[in-house]
């Protein structure tokens, strides 16, 4: 479902995407990704956490700069009772507007297509290249 053409930056401990799974008045949300495999947050090294918040951080900064949104959410899930349903930490970043209804609604039934998702991930990916946020080190913008 995802595919590298997603990926829209990477560091030696982390990685961020675009997510296929959408919800409805939230496109183009990332999934933000430790690069060693720890299956929640209590099994997370402090480093490979540091890591993530960091990428967390800017591509927060750069959803609020290119999705012309009101703001932005993080999220995080661990165990089936947290909802967690995929066994890799990771953090959801999504774009908010006014009225969104985000944690009133599900996720779309369908994943968006490579197609749909392109344009969000090229808006990331030419952000992310324009600029250098401070405290960001060992960092890569992904070209397609």
């Known amino acids: 479902m995802t595919s590298q053409a997603d990926i829209v930056l990477r560091t030696d401990r ?8 959408w919800w409805p008045d939230n496109r183009g949300h990332v999934l933000v990704v430790p690069s060693g495999h720890h299956e929640n947050l209590y099994d997370l090294p402090a480093l490979d956490g540091h890591a993530v918040h960091d990428v967390v951080r800017e591509i927060a900064i750069a959803i609020r700069h290119t999705y012309g949104c009101d703001g932005v959410s993080t999220r995080q899930h661990n165990e089936p009772a947290g909802y967690q349903d995929a066994w890799h930490y990771h953090v959801h970043v999504f774009p908010r507007y006014d009225g969104d209804n985000l944690y009133g609604t599900r996720h779309l039934p369908e994943p968006a297509t490579r197609e749909e998702r392109a344009p969000y991930a090229r808006k990331l990916r030419d952000y992310l290249e324009s600029t250098v946020i401070e405290g960001t080190t060992n960092r890569g913008v992904l070209r397609e």
């Open 14 to 21: 982390a990685a961020a995407f675009v997510a296929a799974r």
